[in-house]
Every structure is written in structure tokens, then in C-alpha cells.
């Protein structure tokens, strides 16, 4: 089948940059923010900083609907699947390497200092099994865990891999790098699903199977009142019971096209009324989840919210390109940096806390009593200018990194081992698309481009 050349295929999408780089920053403040009694002690923000699972989701919808959009042609993707994989693992890979080594040495950094709270239990062997039961809120100190020598050698090599998502029962070393494990898996199915999702038949039927499929494990677990272990870690991460997520932004984009192919137009009243149909869905789901019964999590978090989520992405496609040369400009590079943001925001909290602690201490009496610098540092309460100055830092360094550090290892990785590589007969290869999808600035346009 002929690709149609169309102009879709060169749209950039300006509105998923940031909206990328907004549901990064949602989940960096969800893991970070409950650590600051100043910030639970506004009403409401504790719950609307809860919502950690949504960026997440909608984190996978959007990786479909972009992949999608760059990819597939007519009946099948534009490149072989060998090249498509090649060039995620080389977008993907240095950040989770990186992002791993980076935390291992934070953990030991914080061991040797040992610091409390944190400092003390830290280790490359700590890690919190997980539950939804309530004794796992009760009693925490139940579901604590330091993994023998078997363990922790199967989880480095788990992580070595990007495998560690299907570990059900604990995340090790840098709980959000799972995410990147998961959607490993999801562009392993690409190649093979995407085209065949893209060309279905009667795609909102295909739609609603998928969002069906998605809330079957849910249900199954709270019919069965099975709200620990291993059920739990089963449900938040492993990837086969998170796909649906990722062909639901697949199914998205096809519905764009169709729409975009028949110059369907959204009034202003339909953009407003989907964006109130997301902001309805996100507050009633957070007030479900930090007020409502436990069930209600797995159902938020595995099925309930992926309409809105993907009334989300549409809506945030249809944002027009502005003429502002500055937004033209940060747009894509804060949406490439979203990726590095989710791999290393942890370890840069836990790094820019253990330091905050140490330095408002009493540094100088390091030298001549440890201990009691030490005391002293685990005294002090963290500041939200402290956590401000985190917020920037991370953005500017996940930023830095992607385009000074992936972007480079990526296009020399790539023009070693793809520059032999022919794209299949009548396929044009889409360059400045295809740098945006994977979260890199186009080199051609440098200027303008607690529970997951």
C-alpha cells in the first residue's frame, strides 16, 4: 500500500512538548512533594500532588500516539522493525545506564554519611515491598527489605536489561526507571501492532476493546480482595498489563488522522467541553483515591482514567504552533528532557536533600567532631527554597544531559550501526519528526527545537 503524503505526517506537535514535560514535572513533584510538612500544610495540594500514576499513564499514551504518527505508513512502519528498534534502544539505554549509575553512587553517598532520616537505611540492598493493603500504611517497617546476594545480583542483571518492570514484589535502586523498562517492552510490540491498530476497522470499537481489556485485571483482583503481594506490583508495572495504555495512544492517533484526512474541525465548544471531561475525570479520581475506599486505586490506575488520558493527548495535539520564537524554542527541548526528568529526578532529590542537610548543618564541625556534624545535619528541615532550587536544577541538568550526553551517543551509535540500513521501498524517512518523537532537538533547527 502506497503511503499517503499528506501534511500531517510533518506536523510537530507543539502541545505534546509540553505537555511531556509538564506530566515530568508532575511526577517529579508527586515523589518529592509529600517530603515538605510546608507543602501538606496547604489544603488540598497533598491530594492534588497524588496523582502520580496519571502522569505516568498518560506518559504511555502520548509514546503511542507519537510513535504512530512517526512511523507508521499506509499498512506498515517506514523503517524495519531492526532499525526501530535500534534507534529506541539508542534514545533509551543511555538514559537508564546512566540514570542507574547515578543513583547507585547517591545511595552510597548517603550511606557513608548517614544522615537521617534516610541516611542510615540507605543502601543499594534496601528496597519496600509493595502492597496496597492498609498494613502496609499502618506498619511500613513490615514491608521493608534488604535484598541477600541472590537477589541483588538477579535485579542487577533484571536492570542491566531494562527487565526490572517485571519484577512484581520491589523496584531496586531507582524505583521510577521502571517506566523505561516498560516501554522497552511496548516498542518491542510496535512493529508488529501499531500498523495493524492503525488500519483496524471501526477503530472506536477497537478503542473500547482495548479500554475494556485494560480494566479486566482490576476487577478480577478486587473481586478476589487480593490487595498485596504480589497483586499490587503487578498491576502498577508489569508492561503486558500496561500496553493498553501505550495502543491506546496508538488507536489515538489514529483517530486524529482520520479526523485531520477528512478536515474535521473541533469547535472551540468541543475543546472546552473535553477539557473540562479530563479536568472533571482528574479531580473526581484524585478525590476517589486519597478519600475512598483501597479498591479504587487499582481501578483509577489501571483502566478507569485512560479516556481521559487520551482526550488529553488528542486535545493537546490540536495546540497550534505560536509565532513566540522563544516558545518555539524551549518547547522541544523541555519536552525531549521529560524522559531524563522521570529517570533521575529521584537521585537528584535525594542528592540535593542529603547536601541541603549537610551544608545548613554545622559543616565545619566535621573536622574536628563527625558525629555531631552529622546530628546537626539531620536536624535541619528542609527549606522550599531548597526544594525550588531542586525543581530548576533537575530540569536544566535533564536538559543539558539529553542534548549534550543521549542525543550524541544516540546519533554516533546510529550512524555506526544504521547507516547500512534501507528503509523499505517508497519510504521517505521523516528526520526532524522522527528527532522529535524520540526526545532530541532537531540538529537541522537547533533554536526551535507514592505509588506509580
Request: glycine letters at 6%.
Amino acid at each position: 500500500m502506497k503511503p499517503i503524503d499528506n501534511p500531517i505526517e510533518k506536523d510537530r506537535f507543539i502541545g505534546l512538548e509540553w505537555l511531556r514535560f509538564l506530566m515530568g514535572c508532575y511526577i517529579m513533584l508527586y515523589h518529592t512533594a509529600h517530603t515538605y510538612p510546608q507543602i501538606k500544610s496547604i489544603r488540598g495540594l497533598d491530594e492534588l500532588t497524588s496523582m502520580g500514576f496519571f502522569a505516568t499513564s498518560t506518559f504511555f499514551v502520548l509514546s503511542g500516539f507519537l510513535l504512530a504518527h512517526v512511523y507508521v505508513r499506509g499498512d506498515r512502519l517506514r523503517d524495519s522493525a531492526k532499525t526501530f528498534w535500534a534507534k529506541r534502544l539508542f534514545n533509551l539505554y543511555p538514559i537508564h545506564i546512566m540514570a542507574l549509575l547515578f543513583s547507585i553512587l547517591v545511595i552510597s553517598l548517603m550511606q557513608w554519611l548517614a544522615i537521617p532520616p534516610e541516611g542510615p537505611t540507605s543502601s543499594v540492598r534496601f528496597v519496600v515491598y509493595d502492597t496496597n493493603e492498609l498494613l502496609g500504611q499502618t506498619h511500613p517497617e513490615l514491608f521493608r527489605h534488604y535484598m541477600d546476594n541472590i537477589q541483588l545480583v538477579f535485579n542487577s542483571v533484571l536492570q542491566l536489561f531494562m527487565l526490572q518492570a517485571w519484577n512484581p514484589y520491589f523496584l531496586t535502586f531507582n524505583a521510577p526507571l521502571w517506566s523505561l523498562s516498560a516501554l522497552f517492552f511496548f516498542y518491542v510490540l510496535f512493529p508488529y501492532c501499531a500498523p495493524k491498530l492503525m488500519n483496524a476497522q471501526h477503530t472506536w470499537l477497537w478503542l473500547a476493546a482495548v479500554w475494556m481489556v485494560y480494566l479486566l485485571p482490576p476487577v478480577w483482583v478486587i473481586w478476589q480482595q487480593l490487595y498485596g503481594i504480589p497483586y499490587t506490583g503487578l498491576l502498577q508495572r508489569l508492561p503486558i498489563f500496561r500496553v493498553p495504555e501505550f495502543f491506546g495512544g496508538i488507536l489515538g492517533y489514529a483517530l486524529f488522522r482520520q479526523a485531520r484526512l477528512k478536515q474535521y474541525v473541533l469547535t472551540l465548544w468541543q475543546c472546552r467541553a473535553i477539557g473540562a471531561f479530563i479536568v472533571v475525570c482528574f479531580l473526581v479520581a484524585t478525590a476517589l483515591f486519597t478519600h475512598g475506599d483501597k479498591y479504587w486505586y487499582f481501578l483509577l490506575h489501571n483502566g478507569l482514567l485512560l479516556p481521559s488520558q487520551i482526550a488529553l493527548v488528542y486535545l493537546c495535539s490540536l495546540a497550534r504552533t505560536p509565532q513566540n520564537q522563544w516558545v518555539r524554542r524551549w518547547a522541544p527541548r523541555l519536552g525531549a528532557a521529560s524522559l531524563s526528568i522521570f529517570a533521575f529526578h529521584v537521585p537528584l532529590f535525594n542528592l540535593t536533600r542529603t547536601l541541603e542537610q549537610f551544608f545548613r548543618g554545622s559543616p565545619l564541625t566535621c573536622l574536628s567532631d563527625w558525629s555531631g556534624c552529622i546530628a546537626a545535619a539531620g536536624e535541619v528541615q528542609l527549606s522550599l527554597s531548597g526544594y525550588a532550587i531542586y525543581i530548576l536544577l533537575t530540569i536544566l541538568l535533564c536538559m543539558v544531559f539529553q542534548e549534550q550526553f543521549v542525543t550524541r551517543v544516540r546519533l554516533r551509535l546510529s550512524a555506526r550501526f544504521l547507516s547500512k540500513d534501507v528503509p523499505p521501498p517508497g519510504f521517505t524517512p521523516c528526520t526532524a519528526i522522527d528527532h522529535a518523537a524520540v526526545g532530541a532537538p532537531t540538529p537541522a533547527q537547533p533554536k526551535e527545537n507514592r505509588r506509580k
